[in-house]
């Protein structure tokens, strides 16, 4: 399990690397549709980590284990 975080973790790191360069690319550059790219990029690199830190919270909240009886005491 530790291994598939750390490859997921890494796998994240590059998409918003990628995401952070697409808007780079898209602020330098001048195309008649550039400017819509960029919304979406900048969108994009907002909406994604937090989506991702939402679906972390909800994931702790359900995997959550009940207590046993035996940590009553």
């Known amino acids: 399990m530790k291994k598939t975080k750390r490859i997921l973790a890494l796998t994240g790191a590059v998409i918003l690397f990628g995401m952070y ?12 549709e550039t400017m819509g790219l960029l919304k979406a990029s900048i969108a994009c690199t907002i909406i994604l980590p937090v989506f991702l830190y939402a ?3 909800i994931y702790k909240l ?3 284990d009940p207590p046993s009886a035996s940590d009553k005491r």
């Open 21 to 32: 360069a697409c808007t780079l690319i898209f602020a330098l550059t001048d195309h008649s």
């Open 55 to 57: 679906y972390s919270l």
């Open 62 to 64: 359900i995997r959550r």
